[in-house]
Structures are given as C-alpha cells and as structure tokens.
C-alpha cells in the first residue's frame, strides 16, 4: 500500500476514485443511451425533467432507492441478495487493474513541516504484473452472479435466463481469450504496462528479415492483430450481455430473464455492474489494440519536459502529463462506449442457436487461426 501515510492514503483514495469513476458514468451513459436511441429511431427521448432531460438521472436515482424492498416468496435469500453484489464486484476489481494514464512522478516536497517523497503513482488500482490474466479470472465470476440471480430468485423465466447467460459466456469466454492470445504473442508480455509502452511511437514491424517503418501511422496492436481486435470486440457483446448478444435478457421471451424479481437498489447494482463490464471491455480493446492511453505523436517525456520548459514545477507537470493522457484515453473509452450503444440500436437479437452457432463454429475457429498465423508470422519475421 505504501511506506508512509501520504502514500498509503493516497492508494486508497485512487481506489476509491477509480471505483467512484465507474460508478458515476453508468448514469451518464445511460441517459447517453436514451438519447442516442432517441436519435436513431427518430424521436426525442428523455427531454422533461432538467435541461435535455440530464435531471432524470437524478430522478431515476430517487426511484430506484426510494422502490420498496421484497423478496419473492420461495425466494433463496443469501443467493437473492448476494446477486446484485456480485454482478457489480468483478467489474470494478477488473477496471481498477488497467492503467489509466502515464505514471505519475513526484518529487521530494514539504508539507505540514515535514518532507514526502518521492513518489511514484500508477494511475490504477493495484499492478499484479500479470495483467490480463487477472482481468479473465474476476470477469469470468461475473456468471456466478447471474446464476445465483435465477436460483435465488425462484422463478422460471430467472433461471431460464441464467442457465442461458452462463452457457453464452463459457461459449465466448473460448473465443474472447483466444482472440488475446496473437496480441500477446505479439508483445510477449502479460503486463498492461509493457503492452501500452510498446505501441509508443510510429508504426514499425519486421517482415521477411527487415525492419519497416510507417510514420504516419502509430504503432497501434489493430494493425498487428486486425482479425484479433473484431474477434475480440464482439465477444465482448456477448460477454457484457448486450445486443445483439442479449439472450439471457430477452424481454419478448423471458420477460426480463434474470433480474425479473429484481427492483429498485439491487437492480440498479446490475445495471452498475453491466455498463462496468462494457467500460472494462472497451479499456481492453483501447489497451490492446489502440494504443492505451497513449497519444499518437506525444511521448509522455516529452510532454513532461516541454511542460518544464514553460515554467511548471516538476510534479506539477507530471500531474498535467498523467491527466493529458487520462483525457486520451477517456476519448477512446466514450467512443467505444457508443459503439456499444450504437450496436444496440442497430443489429436485432440473435435466436439461441444462432448465438451457439456463431460462437463455436465461426468466432472460435477464426480465433484459433489468427493464433496459428501469428505464430507463423512471428517465426517468419525474425529469422
């Protein structure tokens, strides 16, 4: 945690703040959301309550604290309640371990007669090393919290809906970490770190025994592993549940699925824990494929020192380099967001045995070939 308070109160308010970071934008994608689908389908959405309707957030918020409290009558209370917790913790112990930003630099200051420092902060919760591993394991219980939601709930159309959510994730959790599997072999680490650090700078590759250089592009993964990166971001519908990947919730044949007994605190918990999953996944695509929170044409030393040069302290440009490229990754993360909201809006709902269909007699498949070709690719490359 760290060697003395400053530091060790600093890593619990990051934590925190990364916690709080997820947790305030669920409302404010999801007033995105009304409002995007208000646009695509032509009408105006949620436009009463506050300018552009950006107050009903705040009603809904009410509403769903102030619903009353029940439990279904032949309801299994521990698995009933545990849900909701359990939906919302894998994804924010998940996006706690993605960098952020460039690591923040302080140097030694004084401060209530007492010198700190220095310091070097990780914009992230905790830093295992391992990086995606981790990110895989929390993820995958997030099925746990879905069947504990149809058994809890004693409700047929829940336990449907379940059973339905955990056979959809195991089916794209193959191809979702196989799809990883060419990037890492690329960058031949698991550490989020090393990966972003990697794609600083133009675009350079070997082939057939030759280094190539492209300067107008950024040495971004989607330009290593195209084919990994599609594969990757539709498992990611599937895992989050969303359309058109959204079985276990289909209100035309399940009424809600799994959350059906669920209301007002406990059900804004799973939706928390929705949205957290999609913002984990679209970290990820940014982390692998586009370059993290990296900026093409700025290198953050660069930027540190040119900040320097213009009369900012040392820690001070740190603070402003770290939050720069915060923001660039912010871009990326709201942009992806959309798609997903966008996809939503778009695409119809798969049948279940198209959903099965596509994801162990295509997406698996192709995952399995990028690997193989990546391999060869690497082989040929450094001989």
């Known amino acids: 945690m760290g060697k003395d308070a400053f530091e060790i109160t600093v890593n619990i308010v990051k934590m925190f703040a990364i916690f709080l970071l997820m947790v305030q934008l669920v409302p404010i994608l999801v007033w995105v959301e009304r409002r995007g689908s208000a646009f695509i389908q ?18 809904d918020a009410v509403k769903f604290l102030f619903k009353e409290e ?49 310091y070097t902060f990780l914009v992230q919760g905790y830093d295992f090393g391992v990086g995606i591993v981790f990110v895989l394991g ?53 550490h989020f770190a090393d990966i972003i650090t990697a794609q600083q700078g133009p675009l350079t590759f070997n082939a057939f025994g030759k280094q190539t250089v492209i300067n107008w592009l950024p040495n971004w993964g989607i330009f290593y592993q195209p084919l990994g990166a599609v594969i990757f971001f539709a498992s990611t519908f599937a895992e989050s549940n969303r359309l058109p990947f ?46 993290g929170y990296n900026i093409p044409g700025l290198i953050p030393a660069d930027v540190t020192a040119s900040l320097v040069a213009n009369g900012f302290g040392p820690n001070a440009a740190s603070l402003l380099t770290a939050l720069i490229f915060h923001l660039g990754l912010l871009v990326k993360l709201l942009f992806f967001l959309w798609v997903f909201i ?37 082989v040929a490359s450094y001989r």
Request: proline share 6%; with cysteine; net charge neutral.
């Open 246 to 291: 959204d079985l276990p919730e289909a209100e035309g044949e399940l009424v809600a699925g799994f959350h059906t007994e669920y209301g007002g605190f406990k059900m804004l918990m799973f939706f928390i824990g929705e949205y957290g999953h999609m913002l984990v996944s679209s970290a990820l695509l940014a982390t692998f494929y586009f370059g």
């Open 70 to 118: 029940f439990l279904p009558q032949k309801a299994v209370a521990f698995m009933y309640y545990g849900a909701p917790v359990a939906a919302l913790i894998p994804a924010a112990l998940a996006l706690a371990s993605i960098p952020l930003s460039v690591p923040i630099n302080l140097q030694p200051f004084e401060m209530f007669g007492q010198t700190y420092g220095p």
């Open 342 to 378: 966008w996809v939503r809006w778009t695409l119809p709902r798969f049948r279940y045995d198209q959903l099965m269909s596509l994801g162990w007699k295509t997406m698996l498949p192709w995952a399995l070939a990028n690997t193989v070709l990546t391999a060869i690719w690497l």
């Open 42 to 59: 032509n009408r105006l959405g949620p436009n009463r309550v506050g300018p552009l309707g950006l107050l009903q957030l705040l009603a």
């Open 138 to 190: 929390v993820s995958s219980l997030g099925a746990y919290s879905l069947l504990m939601a149809g058994w809890g709930s004693s409700n047929k159309y829940s336990l449907l809906g379940a059973l339905r959510a955990c056979a959809q994730m195991i089916s794209y959790e193959l191809a979702l970490g196989l799809s990883l599997v060419g990037i890492l072999m690329v960058y031949g680490t698991f």
